[in-house]
C-alpha cells in the first residue's frame, strides 16, 4: 500500500486505469494524482466528478469558479472512482470538447467578462485570475442563451456581414469588369490615335513626293527640249559645213559666197540658240525634315494620357487620424555671428539630433543640436539662402534664388562645409531630393525641373494654369507635392508631371513636411496654423492653432515631433525654433 505524501509508482499509476468495486479499496484526490501525489479523498464534487482531498475540498469550496459546486463529504461520496482521473476531459460538460488555441491539451470551459475572451483553466491561472478578472464558468452562465436577444443580434450580425461581404465580392467583380473593358476601349484608343498620326504622316509625305514628281517630269521635259533644240541646230551646221566643202571644190565662187554669209547669219542665230539654252536652269535638290515634328515626338513624354476614375462605391475621402499635441518648448537660432533677426526659410531633419536650417536674413547655414538645444556649427554663404534638402546623410543642397544655384554643402565631423555649386536657368527657390534627383521651382515663369546631381535637365514641367509662385517642394517615391501661396493650393503631381490631386483649403501655404504615414504638415503663414493633409490632397485638418505666423516646418517620425519656425517681423519670436510632440 503506498504511503500518503509519496509518488506513486508506474506500476500502480497504469493499473490504476480499471474502475474499482471493492467498496474498501482505498480512494485518492484526483487533481493530486495526477500530479503525481499520492493523498487520499476527502469529499467528492457532483460537478466536476473527481474525488478531492481535504485541501483541494476546502480551496474547491472558497475558489470563486468553483464555490457553487454540489460538494459530498467523506461519508457521502462514492467510494469507487467514477472515471479515469487521467483524462483531461474531466468534470466537463458533454459539449465542452473545444481544445484551448494556447493550450492545446486544455479545453475551454470558462468566459472572461473584462477581456471578452473564452479560456481553459491554464489561462484563468495564468493570465485572468479571478482577483484582477470576472471569470465565469460557461454551464453556470449559458442557460439562458437558447433563442435569446443576444443569439438573435449575433445571427442578424452575422448574416448582415456575410451579405455584405457577398456584395463587396459582386460589386469588385462589377467594378474590375469595368475597368478592364475601360483599358480595352483605351487600347483601341490609342491605335485609332496611332493610326490618325500614320495618316497625316501619310499625308505630308505625299505632298512632298508630289512636289518631287513634278519638280522630275519638269527636268524631263526641259532636257527633251534641250535635246531637240541642239540636235536641230547641228544638223544645219552640218548640212552648211557640207555644202561650203562641196561649192569650193567644184569652184562655184558665185554660190560659195552666198552660201559663206548664209553660214555666217546662221551662226549668229545659232549664238542666240547656245545663249538661250545656256541659261536652262537646273538645281540639286536634298531632303530637309521637318525638325520640329521629331522634336515634338523626342521631347514628349507619352503617346497620351491614361486618366483614371475611381469606380469604388460610396468612396470616402482618406481621414486624418486625430493627433493630440504637447509643447515642448522652444531652442534659440540667434548666434554672436548674426547681425540680424533670424528669418528661417528652410529646415530639413538629418538625424532625429540634427536639424539643419538656412536663415536668409544672415546669409547662414546652421546646424541645430536638438538634443542639447543649440546652435552647433553655422556656415556663411555669399548670398542669402533659400531651401535646403537632404541629399545623403553626408550632404546637402542649398538654393540661392538671386544667384540662379544651387550650392551643395558636406558635413563632416559635425561641420558644414561648401562644396561645388549648379549653375540653373532661373530663380531658384523650392527644393527636394529624391533617389539622386533633385526637384526645383522657379518664379517668373513659374515651373518646376527635375535635375540630376551634376544640373543636368532631366525634364521641366510648366507651371501654366497649375502654379503661380511655387514656393516649398516636398517629394516621396510616386509624388511631387508643391506649395503655391498665390494659388493658395497644394497640389500633388506625379513624377511625369501629371496633376494628381489638390487642397485648395488654405490661405497662405509656406513650407511643408511629409509625415511617416504619406500625410504633409503644412505651414498656413497667414491663418497661424500648421494643417495635416492627407496623403491624396482630399481633406485636411488643423493640428496646431493659435502661432505666430508659422513658416517652416519639419517632422520626425523616429521622436513623432514636429517642429516649425515663425515669420513674424518680431526678434522674440523669430529667433526661435518651436518644438511640439505628436501622439
Avoid at 454551464?139 to 450580425?157: R, V
Avoid at 527633251?224 to 567644184?250: A, H
Avoid at 536663415?359 to 554663404?381: E, F, H, P, R
Avoid at 493633409?533 to 513658416?551: A, H, M, Q, R, W
Wanted: with cysteine; hydrophobic share 30%; proline share 3%.
Amino acid at each position: 500500500m503506498a504511503v500518503p505524501g509519496k509518488k506513486a509508482s508506474k506500476q500502480f499509476s497504469s493499473s490504476r486505469a480499471s474502475l474499482a468495486s471493492d467498496e474498501d479499496h482505498q480512494i485518492y484526490c484526483q487533481p493530486c494524482d495526477e500530479e503525481g501525489t499520492r493523498l487520499p479523498a476527502h469529499g467528492y464534487c457532483t460537478d466536476c466528478k473527481e474525488h478531492l482531498c481535504k485541501t483541494c475540498f476546502t480551496a474547491h469550496k472558497k475558489h470563486r469558479l468553483s464555490k457553487h459546486h454540489k460538494l459530498l463529504d467523506a461519508t457521502s461520496m462514492p467510494k469507487v472512482l467514477q472515471q479515469p482521473s487521467t483524462s483531461i476531459h474531466t468534470g466537463l460538460s458533454d459539449d465542452l470538447t473545444t481544445p484551448c488555441c494556447k493550450h492545446s491539451q486544455e479545453i475551454i470551459k470558462f468566459y472572461c467578462n473584462d477581456h471578452k475572451n473564452l479560456l481553459c483553466s491554464v489561462c484563468v491561472t495564468l493570465e485572468h485570475q479571478p482577483t484582477s478578472c470576472k471569470v465565469d464558468y460557461i454551464p453556470d452562465i449559458s442557460g439562458y442563451i437558447i433563442d435569446s436577444k443576444e443569439y438573435q443580434i449575433i445571427l442578424k450580425a452575422l448574416n448582415t456581414t456575410f451579405d455584405h461581404y457577398q456584395q463587396m465580392v459582386e460589386d469588385a467583380k462589377e467594378m474590375t469588369g469595368k475597368s478592364n473593358r475601360s483599358l480595352k476601349d483605351a487600347l483601341e484608343d490609342i491605335k485609332k490615335f496611332r493610326k490618325e498620326i500614320n495618316q497625316r504622316l501619310d499625308e505630308l509625305e505625299r505632298q512632298v513626293v508630289h512636289v518631287v514628281k513634278v519638280t522630275e517630269q519638269e527636268n524631263n521635259s526641259n532636257i527633251t527640249s534641250v535635246e531637240t533644240s541642239c540636235e536641230e541646230v547641228t544638223k544645219s551646221l552640218k548640212r552648211s559645213s557640207e555644202k561650203i566643202k562641196q561649192l569650193n571644190t567644184s569652184t562655184q565662187a558665185n554660190t560659195l559666197f552666198m552660201e559663206l554669209k548664209i553660214a555666217e547669219k546662221m551662226m549668229e542665230d545659232v549664238e542666240k540658240t547656245a545663249l538661250h539654252l545656256s541659261t536652262y536652269d537646273v538645281k540639286e535638290h536634298n531632303f530637309q525634315a521637318n525638325k520640329t515634328i521629331l522634336t515634338k515626338l523626342i521631347t514628349e513624354r507619352s503617346l497620351g494620357t491614361l486618366t483614371q476614375k475611381t469606380l469604388n462605391k460610396e468612396c470616402q475621402p482618406i481621414q486624418i487620424k486625430t493627433r493630440q499635441s504637447s509643447n515642448e518648448g522652444k531652442i534659440c537660432v540667434k548666434t554672436s555671428k548674426d547681425k540680424y533677426r533670424c528669418c528661417i526659410t528652410g529646415m530639413t531633419l538629418l538625424t532625429p539630433d540634427l536639424l539643419i536650417i538656412t536663415d536668409c536674413n544672415n546669409n547662414a547655414v546652421k546646424m541645430v543640436d536638438t538634443s542639447s538645444q543649440s546652435v552647433s556649427d553655422q556656415l556663411q554663404l555669399d548670398d542669402e539662402p533659400w531651401d535646403i534638402t537632404t541629399v545623403t546623410s553626408t550632404e546637402l543642397a542649398v538654393t540661392l534664388p538671386d544667384k540662379q544655384t544651387i550650392q551643395f554643402i558636406s558635413i563632416s565631423s559635425n561641420k558644414l562645409k561648401k562644396r561645388h555649386t549648379v549653375k540653373v536657368d532661373g530663380k531658384c527657390y523650392g527644393i527636394s531630393c529624391y533617389q539622386g534627383k533633385l526637384v526645383v521651382s522657379f518664379n517668373n515663369p513659374a515651373k518646376l525641373q527635375i535635375l540630376d546631381m551634376n544640373g543636368t535637365i532631366l525634364s521641366t514641367i510648366d507651371g501654366k494654369n497649375i502654379f503661380k509662385h511655387p514656393l516649398s517642394i516636398t517629394s516621396n517615391r510616386s509624388s511631387i507635392y508643391v506649395s503655391d501661396w498665390a494659388m493658395k493650393t497644394v497640389t500633388k503631381l506625379n513624377w511625369q508631371g501629371d496633376v494628381v490631386g489638390s487642397y485648395r483649403g488654405m490661405s497662405y501655404p509656406t513650407r511643408m513636411s511629409l509625415s511617416d504615414d504619406g500625410n504633409i504638415f503644412v505651414c498656413d503663414w497667414e491663418r497661424n496654423v500648421i494643417e495635416e493633409i492627407s496623403e491624396d490632397c482630399s481633406t485636411g485638418k488643423v493640428v496646431l492653432e493659435n502661432l505666430n505666423n508659422p513658416y517652416t516646418v519639419c517632422w520626425c517620425g523616429e521622436t513623432k515631433k514636429l517642429y516649425y519656425s515663425c515669420r513674424s517681423l518680431n526678434e522674440k519670436i523669430d529667433n526661435f525654433l518651436y518644438i511640439n510632440e505628436m501622439s
